[in-house]
T-cell receptor, first 118, second 114 residues
Framework: AQKITQTQPGMFVQEKEAVTLDCTYDTSDQSYGLFWYKQPSSGEMIFLIYQGSYDEQNATEGRYSLNFQKARKSANLVISASQLGDSAMYFCAMREGLMRGSNYKLTFGKGTLLTVNP | DTAVSQTPKYLVTQMGNDKSIKCEQNLGHDTMYWYKQDSKKFLKIMFSYNNKELIINETVPNRFSPKSPDKAHLNLHINSLELGDSAVYFC?????????????FGNGTRLTVT
């Protein structure tokens, strides 16, 4: 079974509008972290936002916010006021077993290609 | 500049050759990784080293051999290259105490095997 599922291969949004990119995850751990990365066409991986499983508040970083619904095991990324430069591939990722302290790998979803239209 | 840097950026080679990709980080992190991104953009971990010790080896063929001379460097050597090895290889690092810390990625090495 996939650990991270991103069901939207591609999304379109008009400039200045908000967009939600979906991410659901599967883990039996109680302590885990969820990350979102952006990969523009130039190829680099840019960290956007982090949400811990025990965080009570949804994470926010500038125009990025994370809609974390623990019971549904979803961690959707919300981008407000989209800009042309937001056009990129977006990856959701999870780190499990934070309390075990020995395995820091991130498991990635397959990504969503976001296109912002002028 | 503080960063994860990997060289070369592009690597074009023929089947059967041996090649290496180098990675260095000056972020003071203890853990380093190699990820492979295939043509469909899927990112999959290959290896992870913690203070020069291998801690993750995700069923990667033996032709791939990572080497970590110190905690700031993690190189990837690939023997007998195959067409299916064509991909973008990313090096990354994170602090050992940072369960909450993101991975910091290098800019990737695009390997093309002809």
């Amino acid at each position: 079974a996939q650990k991270i599922t991103q069901t939207q291969p591609g999304m379109f949004v008009q400039e200045k509008e908000a967009v939600t990119l979906d991410c659901t995850y599967d883990t039996s751990d109680q302590s885990y972290g969820l990350f979102w990365y952006k990969q523009p066409s130039s190829g680099e991986m840019i960290f956007l936002i982090y949400q811990g499983s025990y965080d009570e508040q949804n994470a926010t970083e500038g125009r990025y916010s994370l809609n974390f619904q623990k019971a549904r095991k979803s961690a959707n990324l919300v981008i407000s006021a989209s800009q042309l430069g937001d056009s990129a591939m977006y990856f959701c990722a999870m780190r499990e077993g934070l309390m075990r302290g020995s395995n820091y790998k991130l498991t990635f979803g397959k990504g969503t290609l976001l296109t912002v239209n002028p | 500049d503080t960063a994860v840097s990997q060289t070369p950026k592009y690597l074009v080679t023929q089947m059967g050759n041996d090649k290496s990709i180098k990675c260095e980080q000056n972020l003071g992190h203890d853990t380093m990784y190699w990820y492979k991104q295939d043509s469909k953009k899927f990112l999959k971990i290959m290896f992870s080293y913690n203070n020069k010790e291998l801690i993750i080896n995700e069923t990667v063929p033996n032709r791939f051999s990572p080497k970590s001379p110190d905690k700031a460097h993690l190189n990837l050597h690939i023997n007998s290259l195959e067409l299916g090895d064509s991909a973008v290889y990313f090096c990354a690092s994170s602090p050992i105490t940072g369960g909450v810390s993101p991975l910091h990625f290098g800019n990737g090495t695009r390997l093309t095997v002809t």
